[in-house]
């Protein structure tokens, strides 16, 4: 339970003015109102996501003469193959960015979590990837590739030998999500692909390369300070 307190604020309803940013380029989804921002900002508690845990410790009166009494971050674990996945948790401090004229909030709080597979073939290798990120306003868009599987060749042409299997996808999706009354933009960028080759050209052609995607997590924990 927090404690109540007053504050004149910088009349823009927090305790210092915001970085201001004028925007050219990136897609806006699901931006907060500034009621939705002041509370992300003055109720930040902690945020927690496999592992990763950020905690201030800090009431929302502490910060009028601190402003960045509820900013840092924490991570826990590793991102690399063989590894369960990297998590990421921070906040810092909102922000105001002008696109086509108009003013859109942004909050300062973000979950991030990456993982990725790596795995060596008879005669070539596969791999997988995957990053999920829970965060505000703006994003950038990225265009799918659906799964593909060409064969490869060498020689000279009308002389071609087949030689093996690339494969490869690449999938991006964005969605609006609320977390504790908050909300976020949530991307998931994915991809996976490799090559397999024949050891002898007299061999049959191999698989294509198909990976499995590492699995993505359970949703992050954001807890706010309540009266």
């Not at 991102?79 to 108009?102: A, D, H, M």
């Not at 999938?171 to 024949?198: A, D, H, L, Q, W």
Request: hydrophobic letters at 30%.
């Amino acid at each position: 339970m927090a404690e109540s307190f007053e504050t004149l604020g910088a009349g823009n309803g927090f305790s210092s003015c915001l970085q201001a940013t004028q925007v050219l380029y990136g897609e806006i989804l699901n931006p907060p109102s500034l009621a939705q921002t002041m509370n992300a900002y003055w109720n930040f508690d902690s945020v927690s996501w496999g592992g990763a845990f950020f905690n201030p410790d800090s009431q929302p009166k502490d910060l009028i003469c601190n402003p960045t009494a509820n900013v840092g971050n924490s991570a826990n674990g590793d991102s690399n193959p063989g590894y369960p996945g990297e998590f990421t948790v921070r906040n810092s401090l909102p922000r105001i960015f002008f696109k086509n004229g108009v003013k859109y909030y942004s909050h300062g709080i973000r979950m991030s979590f990456s993982a990725s597979t790596y795995e060596e073939l008879s005669n070539g290798s596969e791999s997988s990837s995957i990053e999920v990120v829970y965060f505000s306003s703006l994003y950038t868009s990225q265009e799918n590739q659906p799964y593909t599987c060409v064969t490869d060749q060498v020689g000279e042409p009308g002389d071609e030998e087949d030689i093996g299997k690339t494969s490869s996808e690449f999938n991006f999706s964005v969605s609006s999500v609320t977390i504790s009354g908050i909300p976020f933009i949530k991307t998931v960028t994915k991809s996976r692909g490799g090559s397999n080759y024949k050891e002898n050209l007299s061999d049959p052609l191999p698989e294509c390369p198909n990976p499995s995607f590492p699995l993505e997590p359970g949703p992050p924990s954001l807890n706010l300070h309540t009266y």
